[in-house]
DNA sequence: TTCGATTTGATTGTGCGCAATTAAATTTCA
DNA sequence: TGAAATTTAATTGCGCACAATCAAATCGAA
């Protein structure tokens, strides 16, 4: 077996925007949260911030390390993130007394209430994408099945 | 049919981050860029930079608009980005004199050369995704009829 | 117990990504 | 033709995203 070389066609058309897989995917995931943009402009929030609202919400209290694990971010994107969320009064962030490495972070009153106004948020978002249900499954089956392999 | 509300076992699974399309879509399109970036580092390219030269070396010139409708990018991305890359001589900008309106980029000698050490990197993140053609090829496909859903 | 290794967050610096605005060139059409 | 509308980039400002580094707290083995 050969391997491909810029002189191949093999090389060529894999070097082609149209025949990646990784670009759909970056494009794809940008226009999403442009379509999120003006639902969660309402709730001034960002999509990224939306994220650790949806784990606060079902979670309650993380700490910066879980929060970390579960969006696949590090401190450097969550740090400064947090502290935005926490001038605008959705959070407070603490250190861990039994561990004082770690910092807890824990819903306000307001990032409570917060969800009752989000909770229209995903099915608007379906109805934007209005795809079929099967199709939906299907393709968030295999991304999370794709994010292992990545991650 | 009633609507979901924050009350209904809907909204609240709605709102759970596994059950949702775009996390793992957003994750992924992360992870696929951090396993591009030790390849791409070595060419000192970041993964739009490289996008953009995929354009490149596929098409020849290409206005900045022409850049942005194919990669989704707008000119307050794309404008810095190709000045970076106009300093380190992959590319040249210059006015189109037929509509001075438009910029058109092009390829230096370098940028012209980089593209045959480029072409062992697609083949290089296949064998990192180790993903079998047949899932390959239809998440590919199935990515792009979501990026029709989005654009 | 103590000191080296590990864990955890914070900080710094660079590069996107995008909304909003500005400015210049071109096109349109009355 | 000439003013208004449109097109195209550039600029500005803010918020991620992440690599690299640092500092503090904790853990663990000798």
């Known amino acids: 077996m050969n391997k491909p070389t810029v002189h191949s066609p093999e090389a060529a058309a894999l070097l082609k925007l149209d025949n990646q897989l990784c670009f759909p995917l970056y494009a794809a995931s940008r226009m999403f949260t442009k379509a999120y943009q003006?639902?969660?402009?309402?709730?001034?929030l960002?999509?990224?911030?939306?994220?650790v609202l949806l784990l606060l919400w079902e979670h309650g209290e993380r700490t910066v390390k879980q929060l970390g694990e579960e969006l696949l971010l590090d401190s450097g994107t969550l740090?400064?993130?947090l502290k935005r969320m926490e001038q605008r009064q959705w959070l407070t962030r603490r250190r861990d007394l039994r561990d004082e490495r770690s910092v807890i972070i824990g819903l306000t009153e307001s990032g409570q209430q917060l969800r009752e106004r989000a909770c229209a948020v995903p099915a608007a978002l379906l109805e934007k994408l209005d795809m079929p249900e099967a199709e939906f499954n299907q393709l968030r089956t295999q991304?999370?099945?794709?994010?292992?392999?990545?991650a």
Chains 1, 2 share one sequence.
């Open 79 to 81: 740090t400064p993130l």
């Open 143 to 150: 991304l999370k099945h794709l994010l292992t392999l990545l």
């Open 46 to 51: 960002t999509y990224p911030q939306y994220l």
């Open 38 to 44: 003006p639902l969660l402009q309402e709730l001034d």
